[in-house]
């Protein structure tokens, strides 16, 4: 992966190339080794192009290959490894490079801009609504349902932010406390400025073998062993926000695969999406690894810490690594990986890991993508 | 069950196919769609459909992350639903990997556009190019076509008149078929005295936008056969993109859909195209693109393409009928709803005439390099 960062020099094609070269040397592989290229890459109207994924296939190792782009708004990320996935499992392929872009910051003056136009035009779009508020929206309902204080909720903020110190990546580690979350500036109530993940460029990719090639080329692979997405209806307004039940559905479908019935006994750790604090809770709760109100008491005992029963974000989260698009959901698959192999150095999580999660979340808090990985 | 056989398109749907639809929003349109599919094979989305896969861009729809618009209307709320931003024909590859990796059994696959909500079509065309070494030269791409056809005919030696041939037949080709917008009656010479673009593109050979939505409903060997008496099989399939960068293409042939080809005949077993198929239903948005296309697919030798048509062997009474639905020039420019709507007309072809197998292969338009093949078989 790239770094992440507010503003990086490269063009979206020059990072999709780093990545995308990264992970083959790391597998010690060719662009000509490749079978087929997947790209995921978020809205069109952040770097104004139309058709991005034709734009991106060069940088993204696509040059006459078999290349797709695939499109599910913020689960995108997690949702790249899976498309990979079925190309492998098919047998229409045998490697498959799935690479992850965003680049926020061509669009001026902030790409908060480029979510007016996710809003259904006649009923939202002229309330000049963001994507900020409805996420207020969806926090103040969680901590309502749940009796869960802003306190219980920056204590995420506070760890991953600490994770992220060891990420090489990182474009935001800090040291702060549950203070510093309470008084940062208010966004939208009660969304405050380190409740919240910053915008971000990078790239992350990630190289997809079937079984045979895989022991060829590794001795230690990491399997992808299930797989699930879902999608709510459009009509948000019409759901209970405190709970994700599309992403419920996500994670049985992956869990069934990999013949989990205990999730919170079988997964060990997870990198769950938290473009926001009270996301990581949420999504905890979804994926079913904790109760429903039950992921702040998690937290607060310690339980998500890397050195936890359960970590949660040991590489540090989109709070804390950063939050382009789609490079953050393959970045948290990269992370997965990094673990399970004992790779991931000051971030390795203390316990010893088997099985991992990874799961990213988006369009209008409808989205769920999860991937369950193991040694 | 042998390979061929793996994946079965069972039913299609439509809704649109006008050059205007105010009666219809995108999401009444492709619930109309969807019904017809549904209901030819009497299936239920909410229960029965194991994924659902939108094909459609963001700028052309005037929404950022369209996919948030989708999964009611077809049924596909709280299930399993993706984009795929690429020509609908490529949703119906993924579908097929999904089925043939065991994660579905039945996949619904949509594509819609509505051209006629778009004012800035231009604008947008242009966007698709690189912002600093095309888009200032280019235009909204019109330029870019004209460049190619002028480079193909140049080494192929390929007149206009072939050219224009393409547009005769195709617009002829539609008079029949319901779905046409843009059928015509018209003599070459009347093909040929349309106005000029840009040198040597002339009006006359552009595609036309319209507004339509397909669905397409796919499914496994075992589905198929509970739901339905006549599948039609998926028998090869494939998809190949050239480059982004338009200097670095080669204008005299369509690498592209050379490249798809391969991958799907090899799959499909097919050693000879130009004998496998009993019609094709390929690009030609742009009608010079109908004789590439023709020669990129193994159909015709290399710079053979022109002669055959002037010949009338591509006519739908000739020997090698190449879009007798009437392709895009008469059905219309459909963005990535073009390769779901070939694909409708083949898989009635196929189920209304004594016919085996047929071709279908989308483009996605300038400036685009990437296309998708499919070979159905009965």
């Known amino acids: 992966m790239t770094l992440f960062r507010h503003r990086m020099l490269e063009t ?9 070269r990264m992970a ?15 790209l995921g890459s978020a809205p069109d109207a952040f770097d104004g192009f139309h058709m991005k994924g034709e734009q991106l296939l060069d940088g993204a190792g696509g040059f006459r290959k ?3 782009r695939v499109f599910v708004g913020g689960g995108t990320g997690v949702f790249v490894p899976i498309a990979a996935w079925w190309h492998v ?18 669009l001026q003056p902030h790409p908060q801009y480029a979510f007016w136009t996710i809003f259904d035009q006649f009923l939202e779009r002229p309330l000049g609504v963001t994507l900020l508020w409805i996420f207020a929206l969806e926090m103040r309902r969680y901590m309502h349902v749940y009796n869960v204080s802003e306190e219980d909720i920056a204590l995420v903020a506070v760890k991953n932010k600490a994770n992220a110190l060891d990420h090489p990546a990182a474009q935001l580690p800090a040291r702060i406390t549950v203070e510093d979350v309470l008084k940062s500036e208010p966004i939208c109530a009660p969304v405050k400025r380190l409740d919240v993940s910053p915008t971000s460029d990078g790239a992350a990719a990630v190289v997809l073998a079937s079984e045979e090639l895989a022991r060829k080329l590794t001795d230690t692979p990491v399997w992808i062993t299930g797989v699930g997405w879902n999608v709510d209806t459009t009509y948000w307004t019409n759901r209970d926000l405190c709970y994700p039940e599309y992403l419920e559905k996500a994670a049985r479908m992956a869990y069934k695969m990999a013949h989990i019935t205990n999730p919170r006994k079988e997964i060990d750790f997870a990198e769950v999406y938290d473009p926001f604090d009270y996301k990581e809770l949420h999504h905890m ?32 989260g989109l709070l804390g690594v950063g939050n382009p698009i789609a490079a953050a959901g393959v970045m948290k698959v990269a992370e997965v990986f990094w673990q399970l192999r004992g790779e991931a150095g000051k971030r390795q999580v203390k316990k010893p890991v088997n099985r991992g999660l990874a799961q990213a ?13 193991e040694r | 069950m042998t390979l061929s056989k793996q994946v079965a398109l069972v039913s299609m749907g439509y809704s649109g196919f006008s050059t205007v639809t105010p009666q219809l929003s995108f999401k009444e349109m492709m619930f109309e769609a969807a019904n017809m599919a549904y209901a030819q094979v009497g299936i239920d989305p909410r229960a029965e459909v194991d994924s659902f896969i939108c094909c459609e861009e963001d700028l052309l729809e005037g929404i950022s992350i369209t996919d948030e618009y989708m999964p009611d209307q077809l049924g596909g709320a709280q299930r399993a639903l993706c984009t795929i931003s690429q020509d609908g024909l490529n949703g119906v590859v993924q579908g097929y990997m999904q089925i043939t990796s065991g994660i579905a059994d039945l996949v619904v696959v949509e594509s819609h556009v509505k051209f006629s909500n778009v004012l800035s079509k231009r604008d947008v065309h242009s966007l698709a190019m690189d912002p600093y070494l095309e888009r200032p030269f280019l235009d909204d791409g019109i330029p870019l076509a004209a460049l190619e056809m002028r480079r193909y005919m140049h080494e192929n030696g390929v007149s206009e008149e072939s050219v224009a041939e393409v547009v005769v037949k195709n617009k002829r080709n539609g008079l029949k078929n319901p779905r046409s917008s843009y059928s015509a009656r018209l003599t070459l010479d009347e093909v ?8 040597p593109l002339r009006r006359s050979y552009v595609a036309q936008p319209a507004d339509a939505c397909v669905v397409a409903v796919l499914a496994s060997y075992a589905k198929a056969r509970s739901i339905t008496d006549y599948p039609i099989w998926i028998e090869g399939v494939g998809w190949f993109s050239e480059s982004s960068w338009i200097g670095l293409r080669d204008f005299s042939r369509a690498l592209y859909a050379e490249g798809a080809s391969k991958m799907a005949y090899k799959m499909a077993k097919i050693d000879n195209p130009s004998k496998a198929f009993d019609f094709v239903e390929i690009d030609d948005s742009i009608a010079f693109k109908e004789l590439q296309h023709l020669e990129a697919l193994g159909i015709y030798p290399q710079g053979k393409a022109a002669e055959a048509t002037l010949k009338g062997e591509t006519k739908e009474d000739g ?15 459909l963005a990535e709803t073009t390769g779901l709507a070939r694909l409708l007309e083949a898989f009635e072809t196929l189920k209304k005439k004594d016919y085996s197998k047929a071709l279908v292969q989308s483009w996605r338009g300038i400036p685009t390099s990437t296309a998708t093949v499919v070979v159905l078989g009965v």
């Not at chain 1, 990072?15 to 995308?20: I, K, N, S, V």
């Not at chain 2, 040929?192 to 040198?199: G, N």
Request: net charge negative.
């Open chain 1, 12 to 20: 979206g094609k020059e990072m999709a190339f780093e990545a995308a």
């Open chain 1, 24 to 38: 083959l040397d790391s597998a010690g592989l060719e662009r000509k080794d490749v079978d087929a290229v997947v």
């Open chain 1, 66 to 68: 078999p290349y797709t």
């Open chain 1, 89 to 106: 499992a098919s047998g229409l392929a045998d490697i498959v490079l799935a690479v992850g872009e965003e680049k926020m910051s061509p």
């Open chain 1, 285 to 316: 709760e979804g994926l079913l690894l904790a109760g429903k109100g039950e992921a702040p008491k998690l937290t607060r005992e310690g339980v998500t810490q890397r050195d936890g029963d359960l970590p949660i974000n040991p590489s540090g």
């Open chain 1, 361 to 373: 979340w988006g369009d209008l808090m409808q989205v769920g993508t999860v991937v369950i990985m």
């Open chain 2, 192 to 199: 040929m005295r349309s106005e000029e673009l840009w040198s």
């Open chain 2, 319 to 333: 020997s090698m009928p190449v879009n007798p639905s009437g392709g895009s020039l008469s059905l219309g420019n």
